[in-house]
């Protein structure tokens, strides 16, 4: 069983551009949640994707938005990109949305902006 | 609005011992879900331990055992035998027990554990 991967592992951009951030979830995963990680913080969440609609948000502004494709992999889009922006990028799928569902990690993409 | 709080921002431990991590948090829900997850270096969350809040009994898994005090809003993991293997970030995590759209998980700010050979 595959567990979950993120692409890239790093990443470098500058203020102002666009990124997007991938993830693959676990095998028979339909639910999807992205995390920001600044350093030597917790995870805070972003938004949660299940069956391919986002059913729940954090509180991040509307350039953070996401997607969610028909075999549950997904993606984190950042736009107008902030100095603190910087930070590690988390994504955990499982097998539903309910809190009993546990949620597996990935990786996590390590996004620096300058 | 959930918070949790982990006060000690590091701890260190001697191999064969035994540590504990202190968490607390604050909700005023009855029903909910708390976990302890790990972090090593390389950087892969992995669930520790988790406890519902609805049992009395508190969850075990090998060495990590929880003491889970839902009247004083305390859940704190225990770590015996420490191995080297064990050094990481652990972090305090809630999930309300409706999941959904009603939230996800919810951190502590970690706590970094040293373990001394």
């Given at each position: 069983e595959t567990g979950v991967t993120q692409s890239p592992t790093h990443l470098i951009k500058t203020r102002g551009q666009q990124v997007t951030l991938r993830c693959s979830s676990q095998s028979g995963h339909n639910t999807v949640s992205w995390y920001q990680q600044a350093l030597g913080q917790g995870p805070q969440f972003i938004f949660q994707y299940y069956r391919e609609e986002e059913n729940g948000r954090g509180n991040f502004p509307p350039r953070?938005?996401?997607?969610q494709f028909p075999n549950y992999s997904s993606e984190l889009n950042v736009?107008?990109?902030?100095l603190d922006d910087?930070?590690?990028?988390?994504?955990?799928?499982?097998?539903?949305?309910?809190s009993?569902?546990?949620?597996?990690?990935?990786?996590g993409t390590r996004l620096t902006v300058l | 609005a959930q918070t949790v709080t982990q006060s000690q921002p590091e701890?260190?431990?001697?191999?064969?011992?035994?540590v504990t991590l202190?968490?607390?948090?604050?909700?005023?829900?009855s029903d909910y879900y708390l976990f302890w997850y790990k972090q090593p270096p390389s950087r892969q969350m992995i669930l520790v331990i988790r406890q519902e809040a609805y049992k009395q009994q508190n969850a075990t898994e090998n060495r990590f055992s929880v003491n889970f005090q839902k009247a004083a809003k305390s859940f704190s993991l225990k770590i015996s035998d420490s191995q080297l293997g064990d050094a990481a970030m652990y972090f305090?995590?809630?999930?309300?027990?409706?999941?959904?759209?009603q939230g996800n998980?919810?951190?502590?700010?970690?706590t970094k554990l040293s373990v001394k050979p």
């Amino acid at each position: 069983e595959t567990g979950v991967t993120q692409s890239p592992t790093h990443l470098i951009k500058t203020r102002g551009q666009q990124v997007t951030l991938r993830c693959s979830s676990q095998s028979g995963h339909n639910t999807v949640s992205w995390y920001q990680q600044a350093l030597g913080q917790g995870p805070q969440f972003i938004f949660q994707y299940y069956r391919e609609e986002e059913n729940g948000r954090g509180n991040f502004p509307p350039r953070f938005s996401g997607l969610q494709f028909p075999n549950y992999s997904s993606e984190l889009n950042v736009n107008a990109l902030e100095l603190d922006d910087s930070a590690l990028y988390l994504c955990a799928s499982s097998r539903g949305e309910r809190s009993y569902n546990e949620q597996f990690f990935g990786p996590g993409t390590r996004l620096t902006v300058l | 609005a959930q918070t949790v709080t982990q006060s000690q921002p590091e701890m260190s431990v001697q191999e064969a011992e035994t540590v504990t991590l202190s968490c607390t948090y604050d909700t005023s829900e009855s029903d909910y879900y708390l976990f302890w997850y790990k972090q090593p270096p390389s950087r892969q969350m992995i669930l520790v331990i988790r406890q519902e809040a609805y049992k009395q009994q508190n969850a075990t898994e090998n060495r990590f055992s929880v003491n889970f005090q839902k009247a004083a809003k305390s859940f704190s993991l225990k770590i015996s035998d420490s191995q080297l293997g064990d050094a990481a970030m652990y972090f305090c995590a809630y999930r309300t027990y409706y999941g959904g759209s009603q939230g996800n998980l919810i951190f502590g700010k970690g706590t970094k554990l040293s373990v001394k050979p």
